[in-house]
Each structure stands twice: as C-alpha cells, then as structure tokens.
C-alpha cells in the first residue's frame, strides 16, 4: 500500500516558468513533509519541509503548499532553472517515526 | 549539515555470495539509517543503525539478510547477505542529527549493487 504517491513521472518545462510538482498521500496521521532532490549517481539532498500547522513554507524560488483536507502537497519551483532538472522526492511521516517516500518526479528544464 | 560517503559506489555480484558497503559521516550523528531503493520505486527503510546494539529493522527486513553494524557516531556497515537477483537496487546510508526521525537527514550518494 503507498501512502505516498506521486503521480506523474516526469515532468517538463520551459526555463523560467513555474513547475509545480504534485504529492497525495493517504495517512491523515502524517505530520510532516519534505521534498528532496535528487541528481544522478549522488544521494537525495533536503529541499524544503512543511509541517501540518502550516499551509505553506518558502524559501527562495522553492514554496511547498499542504492542502490537509485534500492530502495533497504541491512544490512550485519560480522561476524555473536548467539546475532544478533532477528526481524530486515528496516524503511524509507521523511524528517520531520513519520518512516514507513517494516514487519520484524527475523535472526537466528546457532552456 | 553532514557529509555521507559510501564505499563501495557500485558493484557487480553473484548469487549466493555477501557484499558489505561502508557509511562513513564526516561529523557525529545521532541517528543513521539505511535505505533500499529498487528500480522504478521509492526510497524504502531498511533498518535504523543504533550505535553499541542490535539495529531495529522495518517490516519485510531481517538481520540475518541484512546485518548492519554501528560501532561509533560516525560509522555503519550493511551486510547483504546471500544475494539474489531480487537484491539488485541502490542501497543508502542516511544520518540525521535531529532527535525527530522524520526531520531532515542527510544522504550518502549509495551504492549501486547488481546481482547477477
């Protein structure tokens, strides 16, 4: 059973407009999220979290939305840069416990 | 923050026989993890690495396949033991040095292992 899904596979975009990267999950007991990053041959690297008390974080061109209602989140990457092309990890867990992990998104920026 | 670094990066393995890949931290941490990711899917917890005792594992994973070892703050090893084809993944070292698990950890670059 997934209860992290990350939908889409891939996702392509033109530099400099907006890629919005999108996570469900079905544990209403998660608490916190976090996206990571990923490039190839290299580990995941902590992008941006929320916590359930918030509906949004941001922190630069990262901003990471969390509907509780819809158990959804979303990251929205402005504007977006040829660097941010890389596997994108949505991760959820309750509090004190493991980080569970959707599939990936992998971002491409066109330039 | 806090550098991971895995050896070996990569390896090419037959059935039947064990591999040990080594986490090394450049800075103590509290807690250190390790992960399977198998083709196609999501990053799995294998087990949490405990410094001095037996590592706990998550549900599907057992110690005698998956041996791990933490002898100090800064140092792991996972055994895979007996591999199978079915082992062929990408296998992570993680660490964190948050007391909240689900709080940011920071990744080794894993070691790619095919089983033949």
């Known amino acids: 059973d997934q209860q992290v899904k990350q939908n889409s596979p891939s996702l392509s975009v033109q530099e400099g407009r907006i890629s919005i990267l999108n996570c469900d999950y079905t544990?209403?007991?998660?608490?916190?999220f976090l996206w990571y990053k990923k490039y190839p041959a290299e580990g995941p690297t902590f992008l941006i979290s929320i916590s359930s008390i918030k509906d949004k974080n941001e922190d630069g061109r990262f901003t990471v939305f969390l509907n509780k209602s819809a158990k959804h989140l979303s990251l929205h990457i402005v504007p977006s840069q040829p660097g941010d092309s890389a596997v994108y990890f949505c991760?959820?867990?309750?509090?004190?416990?493991?980080?569970?992990f959707g599939a990936g998104t992998i971002l491409r920026v066109k330039s | 923050s806090a550098v991971i670094s895995q050896k070996p990066s990569r390896d090419i393995c037959q059935r039947g026989t064990s591999l040990t890949i080594q986490c090394q931290v450049d800075?103590?941490?509290?807690?250190m993890f390790w992960y399977r990711q198998q083709p196609g899917q999501s990053l799995t917890l294998i087990a949490t690495?405990?410094?001095?005792?037996?590592?706990?594992?998550e549900s599907g994973f057992v110690i005698d396949k998956f041996p791990i070892s933490r002898p100090n703050l800064t140092f792991s090893t996972l055994t895979v033991s007996n591999m199978s084809p079915e082992d062929s993944s990408i296998y992570l070292c993680s660490g964190s040095n948050r007391d909240r698990v689900e709080e940011t950890q920071y990744f080794g670059p894993g070691t790619r292992l095919l089983v033949l």
């Open positions: 800075s103590q941490v509290t807690m």
């Open positions: 544990n209403s007991m998660f608490d916190y």
């Open positions: 690495a405990n410094q001095g005792s037996e590592a706990t594992y």
């Open positions: 991760a959820a867990a309750e509090y004190g416990n493991k980080l569970v």
